[in-house]
């Protein structure tokens, strides 16, 4: 990986429908080696996958609920059932193992409060779980699916020409 890699990567993040032509144009490239390096990036896994962001708002998503859990089990069992139970709730878009007074940490999106609430309901009806507490974000200031590329290790020495 070097700095043409990340300025493709910023760009990708940017607009992912990109064509590559535009890409390579905006990085100093020609369109095939462009296209080995996007190639390259995603058979490596830096590229996960491409996709579209949607307007919550537009999709009736538009409460945001981050719910803090606490479980007083501590297994591997327990876990990898939490895990698919969770998986199975399109409302869940980020799930997280924390460290601290928290044990998971959901970021589930939904309608209105009565969503949020047949979806606890049926949460609690299928795993055990100790405590559950829920923050409704009452405006998001800030979100963005781009990752800052800063810390991305490069390698000086490629020349970055092809």
């Given at each position: 990986?070097?700095?043409?890699?990340?300025?493709?990567?910023?760009?990708?993040?940017e607009d992912s429908t990109l064509a590559?032509?535009?890409?390579?144009?905006?990085?100093?490239?020609?369109?095939?080696?462009?296209?080995?390096?996007?190639?390259?990036?995603?058979?490596?896994?830096?590229?996960?996958?491409?996709?579209?962001?949607?307007?919550?708002?537009k999709v009736n998503t538009r409460v945001?609920?981050?719910?803090?859990?606490?479980?007083?089990?501590?297994?591997?069992?327990?876990?990898?059932?939490?895990?698919?139970?969770?998986?199975?709730?399109?409302?869940?878009?980020?799930?997280?193992?924390?460290?601290?007074?928290?044990?998971?940490?959901?970021?589930?999106?939904?309608?209105?409060?009565?969503a949020y609430d047949a979806f606890y309901?049926?949460?609690?009806?299928?795993?055990?779980?100790?405590?559950?507490?829920?923050?409704?974000?009452?405006?998001?200031?800030?979100?963005?699916?781009?990752?800052?590329?800063?810390?991305?290790?490069?390698?000086?020495?490629?020349?970055?020409?092809?």
């Open positions: 990986m070097d700095r043409l890699d990340r300025k493709i990567l910023r760009l990708l993040q590559v032509a535009d890409v390579a144009k905006k990085v100093g490239l020609s369109t095939t080696p462009c296209w080995r390096r996007i190639q390259k990036m995603e058979e490596d896994g830096v590229i996960r996958k491409r996709v579209a962001l949607l307007d919550p708002v945001t609920v981050f719910v803090s859990i606490r479980t007083n089990a501590h297994s591997i069992e327990w876990l990898k059932r939490f895990s698919e139970v969770v998986g199975e709730f399109p409302e869940v878009v980020e799930f997280y193992r924390m460290s601290g007074d928290v044990d998971y940490l959901l970021r589930v999106v939904v309608p209105d409060i009565a309901k049926r949460l609690i009806a299928r795993i055990e779980i100790r405590d559950v507490s829920s923050a409704f974000a009452m405006e998001q200031i800030k979100y963005t699916t781009e990752l800052p590329l800063d810390y991305m290790v490069v390698d000086n020495q490629k020349s970055g020409e092809e």
